[in-house]
């Protein structure tokens, strides 16, 4: 299998490389490119046999599927530069959830999907989230999911909820981190405990949290029902976050959806302006 990978940003990066570090994929079946090459060179100098590229089109050119990593306002212009060179027979993943695949699917002649990474695929943990277009078939869905296995938990979405699973799934990593940070912040400074040591601490929990979520099958409510004795320290606790965060996560989402509809309006008028121009 060869695989072209499109923008070498955050997400881009983390992809190559937890695909090397996993075992998926060898170096040398992977060709990159970005905007600004140095960046694409200096992810392919430490993993000898990748080849970097200047233009995008010769990371795509004969790769079976080929990743696009790039922002939303960028992908008009990167769709126009593959155009040309793209065959039925490859996939197209994208990985920038404003992009629909309606829009994909009208101005390329391949095979057309959306993945939704996380940060912990980095750590070969999480999920991915795989939004398939129509020209899909069951074996192309299958060889995909089957790459992506080795870094994740591929789970097959509606594209009508890609921004709520989104949200879950790749957001939620800095959502609860932000939680975690406010947590140990409270308890070096109401304490004087090292900060280490509490990062270190609540690290370990949130661990084994996730553990017992998965591998224990607890559910939150059962996790909060077994540590909360009733008229304990962590029920009163409870109570009051529950009183502080109540309602806040409704506003994250329609925060979040907000913003996901002004980027997908965005995208829309970019790919529709060229249809209007181009009649």
Known sequence: MKVGLIGTGSMGSLLVEALVESGALAPEQISISNRTYGKAKAIADRHPGMRAYHANVEAARGADIVFLCVKPLEFKKVVDDL????????IIVSITSPVLLSHLE????????????SITNLVWSGSSLCIH?????????????ALLSHISEPLRVEEGYTRVVSDLSSCGPAFLSCILQQFIDAAVEETGIDRREATAVASQMLLGTGLLLTEGGL???????????????TAHALNL?????????????????????????????????EEVNGQ
């Open 219 to 233: 559910t939150p409510a059962q996790i909060q029902e077994r540590v909360a004795v009733p008229g304990g320290i």
């Open 83 to 90: 155009r040309a060179v793209l065959q039925p027979e490859q």
């Open 241 to 273: 976050l529950s009183r502080e965060t109540e309602g806040l996560f409704h506003q994250v989402i329609r925060t979040t959806h907000a913003k996901y509809r002004e980027d997908v309006a965005k995208v829309t008028a970019a790919f529709c302006a």
């Open 133 to 145: 277009g129509s020209r899909m078939l069951e074996e192309d869905c299958d060889a995909l999911e």
């Open 106 to 117: 009208e101005w390329l002649p391949c095979k057309i999907t959306k993945v939704i990474p």
